[in-house]
């Protein structure tokens, strides 16, 4: 009897894990999103947003002091790997929601939001000065080099 309970228990969990890995070929961030924001400032700063999905297909809204309008490019499942894997490996979870810095009202507030296994945390610091930790600030370097968001802020 034991031995068959045994049995019972290891084909239930080798099902179980089995329904919980990733289908061959969909990424392990399939279904995932990141949402990038850049705020104002009083001077030229770009404003725009990025929304990353986890199949790579990335948006790009732009606003104000750069290209406006909606574009779309896709980046690679590598480049995506490192965008969500940087945020979930750093605890992004886990942070405060706010990073604020008011006592330069000039400097413009980057928003990060991240929706991965229906869970979404949305982090607002200010940009260059920030109690943040200092990853979060790399991070929107990051994500920007990695999209390549040059071809639309270089531009007005």
């Known amino acids: 009897m034991n031995n068959l309970l045994r049995i019972i228990f290891v084909l239930s969990f080798s099902f179980c894990y ?9 990424s392990e961030w399939e279904g995932s999103t990141i949402e990038f924001a850049r705020g104002s400032c009083f001077g030229m700063c770009p404003v725009y947003m990025l929304t990353v999905h986890g199949n790579g297909k990335v948006y790009y809204n732009g606003y104000s002091h750069t290209k406006e309008g909606i574009d779309s490019t896709t980046i690679s499942k590598k480049s995506v790997n490192i ?3 940087t945020l979930i490996n750093n605890g992004f979870f886990q942070l405060e929601s706010k990073y604020l810095n008011t006592s330069i009202p000039d400097l413009p507030t980057a928003t990060i ?8 945390k949305t982090v607002q610091h200010t940009s260059g000065i920030s ?10 370097y990051t994500i920007d080099s990695i ?5 639309w802020t270089s531009q007005k």
């Open 113 to 120: 939001s991240l929706l991965h296994l229906n869970n979404k």
């Open 147 to 151: 999209v390549n968001v040059e071809r």
């Open 131 to 140: 109690t943040a930790p200092k990853w979060v600030g790399e991070f929107d």
């Open 18 to 26: 089995s329904c919980a890995t990733v289908e061959k070929g969909k």
């Open 83 to 85: 965008l969500f894997s």
